[in-house]
């Protein structure tokens, strides 16, 4: 199993919308609506923000939204916020054995 | 509410086996698969095996042939073994738990704090 891509940075000012890509195969993102994301800030464990492509567990804000179109995922941040700044992973369930695989992450900056 | 902790030895010598328990509290292990997911310092997350409760495994191909996980749902723990560590074996490893979609695994909703492991003589 391959990791999924996802673009090494990515930045922001506060306020904007930023959107980050994740681009799998017909096995994992292609096949399975199990798409999950992640926030990690550094020293910390990674907290889940969306799951099963676009659902929001309770308790993560409504400014993170997921979405999937083909073998790609996305997650998009609106109202850009100084705490936003972290590194986010996505994560899939992957090929026939259902195995899970994440993505490379991806670096945000809140200029 | 949920809370997971891991241990096991900060350093461990190259060639040897590498064991990690995860202690599980605030909740039944029934319902969810437990898994162990790790990360190289400036790397990202690689996910290494989950188990079920009634100890239904899976495997990151990659790692299959050196790692086992076992579940001891009296004790409320999970516990990861990898043999014949080298210095690449160097991480950041971290228990978590994933819901479960049908038979697949859904998403990991709840984490440890992480313990650091380090390969080295």
């Known amino acids: 199993q391959s990791a999924l891509t996802q673009p090494a940075s990515v930045s922001g000012s506060p306020g904007q919308s930023i959107t980050i890509s994740c681009t799998g195969t017909i096995s994992d993102i292609g096949t399975y609506s199990l798409v999950s994301w992640y926030q990690q800030h550094p020293g910390k464990a990674p907290k889940l923000l969306i799951y099963e492509d676009n659902k929001r567990p309770s308790g993560a804000s409504n400014r993170f939204s997921g979405s999937k179109s083909g073998n790609t995922a996305s997650l998009t941040i609106s109202g850009l916020q100084a705490e936003d700044e972290a590194e986010y992973f996505c994560c899939s369930c992957a090929g026939g054995s259902m195995s899970v695989v994440f993505g490379g992450g991806t670096k945000l900056t809140v200029l | 509410q949920v809370h997971l902790q891991e241990s096991g030895p900060g350093l461990v010598k190259p060639s040897e086996a590498l064991s990690l328990t995860c202690s599980v509290s605030g909740d039944s292990m029934r319902s969810y698969y437990w898994s162990w997911i790790r990360q190289s310092p400036g790397i990202g997350l690689e996910w290494i095996a989950y188990i079920s409760h009634t100890g239904d495994t899976n495997y990151n191909p990659s790692l299959k042939s050196r790692v086992t996980i076992s579940v001891d749902t009296s004790n409320n723990q999970f516990s990861l073994r990898m043999n014949s560590v080298i210095a690449a074996d160097t991480a950041v490893y971290y228990c978590?738990?994933?819901?479960?979609?049908?038979?697949?695994?859904?998403?990991?909703?709840?984490w440890g704090q992480g313990t650091m492991v380090n390969v080295s003589s």
């Open positions: 978590a738990r994933g819901t479960i979609f049908g038979v697949a695994h859904d998403a990991f909703d709840i």
